[in-house]
Nanobody, 119 residues
Framework: QVQLVESGGGLVQAGGSLRLSCQAS????????MAWYRQAPGKQRELVAR???????NYEDSVKGRFTISRDNAKNTVSLQMNSLKPEDTAVYYC?????????????WGQGTQVTVSA
């Protein structure tokens, strides 16, 4: 079993900042990537940022330059620093972990944390 616990969500004014953190625990044996997704009401879940064990990152276009994903491999944690927040960033943010080898991979999800940005 793998458990992911998110923290750091909340209410913030436009232009403000939040830092989300995700702690992974359980049967972790080979993490490939950790990532943050988000889903707003009535919309599809979308990838916000992803980071590999080696540190390579990928960002959704609308958050480039504002969000930064980081990872502590030793502690099995991933964080998302969110600056210059906009109302459009309002969503439930989910931590994702992918582990395994080649095609034998599994995805795990946290329960989500609400981020609300007021105008």
């Amino acid at each position: 079993q793998v458990q992911l616990v998110e923290s750091g969500g909340g209410l913030v004014q436009a232009g403000g900042s939040l830092r989300l953190s995700c702690q992974a625990s359980g049967r972790i044996f080979n993490i490939q990537t950790m990532a943050w997704y988000r889903q707003a009401p009535g919309k599809q879940r979308e990838l916000v940022a992803r980071i590999t064990t080696g540190g390579s990152t990928n960002y959704e276009d609308s958050v480039k330059g504002r969000f930064t994903i980081s990872r502590d491999n030793a502690k099995n944690t991933v964080s998302l620093q969110m600056n210059s927040l906009k109302p459009e960033d309002t969503a439930v943010y989910y931590c994702n972990l992918r582990q395994g080898w080649v095609t034998l991979v599994d995805d795990y999800w946290g329960q989500g944390t609400q981020v609300t940005v007021s105008a």
